[in-house]
Nanobody, 115 residues
Framework: QVQLVESGGGLVQPGGSLRLSCAAS????????MNWYRQAPGKKRELVAH???????NYADSVKGRFLITRDNAKNTVYLQMNSLKPEDTAVYYC?????????WGQGTQVTVSS
């Protein structure tokens, strides 16, 4: 079993920044990739950013140039640095981990962008 624990959400004004963290713990043998998803009220969950444990990344078009996903292999932790936040970034952000042969989700952390 693997646990994913997210932290770093909160309330921020438009144009501000937040950094989310997701720490994986438990019976980890292999990590293929870890992702950040988000889900706004009334909307489907969407992929925000993806990183393989080799370091390849990709992003949703809506966050390119503003968000940066990184990982710390030694700590089994992935980060999402979010800059120039907009009200439309408001959502619950979820961490996802691909730990073969299983997949895991974190509990989610609320990000609210509002003045």
């Amino acid at each position: 079993q693997v646990q994913l624990v997210e932290s770093g959400g909160g309330l921020v004004q438009p144009g501000g920044s937040l950094r989310l963290s997701c720490a994986a713990s438990g019976n980890i043998f292999t990590i293929n990739a870890m992702n950040w998803y988000r889900q706004a009220p009334g909307k489907k969950r969407e992929l925000v950013a993806h990183i393989t444990w080799g370091g390849k990344t990709n992003y949703a078009d809506s966050v390119k140039g503003r968000f940066l996903i990184t990982r710390d292999n030694a700590k089994n932790t992935v980060y999402l640095q979010m800059n120039s936040l907009k009200p439309e970034d408001t959502a619950v952000y979820y961490c996802y981990g691909d730990f073969p042969p299983y997949e895991y989700w974190g509990q989610g952390t609320q990000v609210t962008v509002s003045s």
